[in-house]
């Protein structure tokens, strides 16, 4: 079975998306990683934009067939782009991945075919986790934004 996440245009750039996925559990957040089968490394749920999609559309169907999980919450105002170049049959492509930020209460993920495993775990624990310095990044963004929110919701119910 083909388990390439994504695809290249005729101009040499590949393009996916893909959500930064996090819960509430009992003892703080937590962030959903994945161990890519092809690879081997850590990273985010994320794959192929296919035709006729929107980025945001690719990265909701991209985590529903990665991970088994329907229930996300797109968080508003929150997009990462991400782009690095990657080798595919011997050419070099620049690929750009657009991220987003979702919310579950799902805690139950059934893995692709593409992956390993799936773990749900807190900031500290995610970032060692993750492979590339990127992914790293992308959580920490991910994390401060929410942690900004947090603070205006708190501040406006505390006024």
């Known amino acids: 079975m083909d388990t390439k996440s994504t695809s290249h245009s005729p101009d040499g750039e ?9 819960r509430e559990a009992d003892d703080g957040r937590v962030y959903l990683i ?31 067939e990665e991970t088994g999980i329907s229930d996300v919450t797109s968080v508003p105002g929150f997009a990462v782009r991400s782009r690095y170049r990657v080798v595919r049959g011997g050419r070099n492509l620049e690929k750009t991945v657009d991220y987003f930020l979702g919310r579950t209460n799902v805690s139950s993920v059934r893995i692709s075919n593409e992956h390993d495993r799936a773990e749900w775990l807190d900031l500290r624990q995610a970032r060692a986790k993750l492979t590339h310095a990127e992914s790293r990044r992308i959580l920490d963004l991910a994390d401060a934004f929410l942690e900004a929110r947090r603070r205006v919701e708190t501040g406006a119910r505390g006024a």
Not at 14 to 22: H, L, S, Y
Request: no cysteine.
């Open 14 to 22: 590949e393009r996916a998306a893909g959500f930064v996925v996090f």
């Open 34 to 64: 994945l161990l890519h089968r092809n690879g081997g490394h850590w990273g985010f749920p994320k794959g192929r934009i296919e035709p006729g999609e929107n980025p945001t559309e690719a990265a909701l169907r991209e985590i529903g």
